[in-house]
């Protein structure tokens, strides 16, 4: 039977597109579409609150039924790996494309 709390699983995945959001918003877009529209202020005042996709992955991570130690910590340098990895595709990925 599955039991995953489906609002972490959405608190998640919402923090995740608004994160591409901000920062589509800020590597990509004007100076003048950032500061001086709507729709930048927008997204900026949601930049702020992407810390919250931290908050539901260790909230996750703590309700797993994995808790060993080893188990964590793996869980925990794959997530950082993988944020490494995502970091360095938001330059080299727009220029291959």
Not at 69 to 76: F, W
Request: proline share 2%; glycine share 6%.
């Amino acid at each position: 039977m599955n039991t995953r709390l489906k609002t972490i699983d959405l608190a998640r995945g919402a923090s995740v597109f608004i994160m591409i959001l901000v920062h589509t918003l800020w590597m990509y877009s004007s100076t003048t579409l950032q500061s001086e529209s709507l729709f930048g202020a927008v997204i900026h005042i949601l930049g702020k609150g992407t810390a919250s996709f931290l908050v539901a992955m260790g909230l996750s991570m703590a309700l797993s039924r994995r808790q060993t130690p080893l188990l964590l910590i793996k869980r925990g340098i794959q997530l950082l790996l993988l944020a490494y990895l995502m970091n360095a595709a938001k330059f080299w990925l727009p220029i291959e494309v």
